[in-house]
């Protein structure tokens, strides 16, 4: 139990254009989604959480218009990144967490963004 | 400030020898303390949550336990297999968010 996809799991875009990732729990309602970036060779950072239903908060530094979260079900979050530029090759995860006094958080297998 | 600070960096082992691995943190109140399991390339896995001090849990080869302070992450003869980074994060009381450590890679010889 407690699965998470991202689709896709490796993209490469042009400069200037905009990708979309979904991040999906496969077998559990998750009323919290949160979306990390990670560089190599280091830990993961938190860029913004996502409740249902909710505008996303963004951690302080991550711009907003820049990286926009959508968390329209239980289901499903998505994160475009907008004029993408190379700066913004990284891999990005995501994270589902279920209600119910649990915290546990469980993470997708992550996607790998290059801007050439 | 929050702060998860994670020890050795790294970590090369041979088959079968056993070793320890810490994560010391300072939270204004712990909610709870996660280790997870990253591979190359890969999501984090999640590996054991521990709430309160004394806790202790065990999956195959790996054991957590938790203190005041720190938490140790045991891997008792470990096979070539248990290679990847490991990573510990804490949520804090009245929060959601995970802080994590920097993770501690392990390489596990034949």
């Known amino acids: 139990g407690a699965v998470v996809s991202q689709h896709p799991s490796r993209v490469i875009c042009k400069s200037g254009t905009s990708v979309k990732i979904e991040c999906r729990s496969l077998?559990?309602?998750?009323?919290?989604m949160f979306w990390y970036r990670q560089f190599p060779k280091q830990s993961l950072m938190l860029m913004a959480t996502s409740n249902e239903g909710s505008k996303a908060t963004y951690e302080q530094g991550v711009e907003k218009d820049k990286f926009l979260i959508n968390h329209a079900s239980l289901t499903l979050s998505t994160l475009t990144v907008t004029s993408a530029h190379p700066e913004d090759s990284s891999f990005y995860i995501c994270?589902?967490?279920?209600?119910?006094?649990?915290?546990?958080?469980?993470f997708g297998p992550g996607t790998r963004l290059t801007v050439t | 400030e929050d702060q998860v600070t994670q020890s050795p960096e790294a970590l090369r082992l041979q088959e079968g020898e056993s070793s320890s691995l810490n994560c010391s943190y300072t939270v204004s109140g712990l909610r709870g303390l996660f280790w997870y399991r990253q591979d190359p390339g890969k999501g984090p896995e999640f590996l054991f949550t521990l709430y309160s001090a004394g806790e202790e849990k065990e999956k195959e080869r790996l054991k957590a336990t938790l203190t005041k302070k720190e938490s140790f992450l045991h891997i008792t003869a470990p096979k070539p297999e248990d290679s990847a980074t490991y990573l510990c994060?804490?949520?804090?009381?009245?929060?959601?968010?995970?802080?994590f450590g920097g993770g501690t890679r392990v390489l596990v010889k034949p």
């Open positions: 077998d559990f309602q998750a009323t919290t």
């Open positions: 994270s589902a967490s279920t209600s119910g006094g649990a915290y546990e958080q469980y």
């Open positions: 994060a804490v949520i804090k009381a009245a929060g959601n968010k995970l802080t």
